[in-house]
C-alpha cells in the first residue's frame, strides 16, 4: 500500500530564511512524487514532481525538492520564504502500476512566514 | 497548461436534497477523473475513481449510492450528492489525468455545506 508521512502539522519560518518542509513515503517499487500548494477554499496546484532523473527536482515559485531513495524522503525545500508562500502544503505518491493509480496525499503542513 | 474547472464553486442546500458537483477538463481529453474530499484542516481522502464509460470504483467506506458518479464523456464527470445531511459538508475537489502525459490536474474545489 501506498502512504505518505508528512510529520510537522505547521511550519514557521521568517520571511528571507529558507524553508523545509518534510515528507517521507512508502509505495512499491519506484514512486512518482509530487507536491502541491493548496490557499485557502481553492484547490490544488501543482509545484513540482519527481519522476525519474536528477535527485533535486526544481518547480514553480522557486521551490525545490530532493528526492533520497535511501531514506525514502521528498523534502520541499526554498531558499528564502516569502509571505506569500504562506499555505497549505501537501505531498502525494503514486506507484507506477498503472495510469490509473490515484495519488495519495500526506496530511498536510501549513506553513506560516512571518514578516 | 491544462485546466480543470469544477462548478459549482460553493453551494448552501437543505437537509434531503441532491446536490451535483460538475467536474470538466477543458482542454484536454481526461478517461479517468478522480473524486476526493477534504474535512477542515485534513488531507485528500480519495472518494472514487470515475472512468469515462464505465461504473466508477468506489475506495472503502464510500457509499456508492450516497454518492453518484457519472463519468459520460471524456471531459465531464459529476458528482451528485444525494440526500445530503450536514455530515456531508465537506470540500470537495475533483482532478483529471491528461491522456498525454499522464500529469494529474486540480479543480479549484466545490464547498457544500448542507444545513
Known amino acids: 500500500a501506498q502512504s505518505v508521512a508528512q510529520p510537522e502539522d505547521q511550519v514557521n519560518v521568517a520571511e528571507g530564511n529558507p524553508l523545509t518542509v518534510k515528507c517521507t513515503y512508502s509505495?512499491?517499487?519506484?514512486?512518482?512524487l509530487f507536491w502541491y500548494v493548496q490557499y485557502p477554499n481553492r484547490g490544488l496546484q501543482f509545484l513540482l514532481k519527481?519522476?525519474?532523473?536528477?535527485?533535486l527536482v526544481k518547480g514553480s515559485y522557486g521551490f525545490e525538492a530532493e528526492f533520497n531513495k535511501s531514506q525514502t524522503s521528498f523534502h520541499l525545500k526554498k531558499p528564502s520564504a516569502l509571505v506569500s508562500d504562506s499555505a497549505l502544503y501537501f505531498c502525494?505518491?503514486?506507484?507506477?502500476?498503472?495510469?490509473?493509480?490515484?495519488?495519495?496525499f500526506g496530511k498536510g503542513t501549513r506553513l506560516s512566514v512571518i514578516a | 497548461g491544462a485546466v480543470v474547472s469544477q462548478h459549482p464553486s460553493w453551494v448552501i442546500c437543505k437537509s434531503g436534497t441532491s446536490v451535483k458537483i460538475e467536474c470538466r477538463s477543458l482542454?484536454?481529453?481526461?478517461?479517468?477523473m478522480f473524486w476526493y474530499r477534504q474535512f477542515p484542516k485534513q488531507s485528500l481522502m480519495l472518494m472514487a475513481t470515475?472512468?469515462?464509460?464505465?461504473?466508477?470504483?468506489?475506495e472503502q467506506g464510500v457509499e456508492k449510492d450516497k454518492f453518484l458518479i457519472n463519468h459520460a464523456s471524456l471531459t465531464l464527470s459529476t458528482l451528485t450528492v444525494t440526500s445530503a445531511h450536514p455530515e456531508d459538508s465537506s470540500f470537495y475537489i475533483c482532478?483529471?489525468?491528461?491522456?498525454?502525459?499522464?500529469?494529474?490536474?486540480f479543480g479549484e474545489g466545490s464547498r457544500l455545506t448542507v444545513l
Open positions: 482532478s483529471a489525468r491528461g491522456s498525454l502525459t499522464g500529469e494529474l490536474f
Open positions: 509505495v512499491s517499487g519506484n514512486p512518482y
Open positions: 519527481y519522476i525519474t532523473g536528477d535527485n
Open positions: 502525494a505518491v503514486r506507484g507506477r502500476i498503472s495510469g490509473n493509480t490515484p495519488l495519495v
Open positions: 482542454d484536454f481529453q481526461a478517461t479517468t
Open positions: 470515475s472512468n469515462e464509460g464505465s461504473k466508477a470504483t468506489y
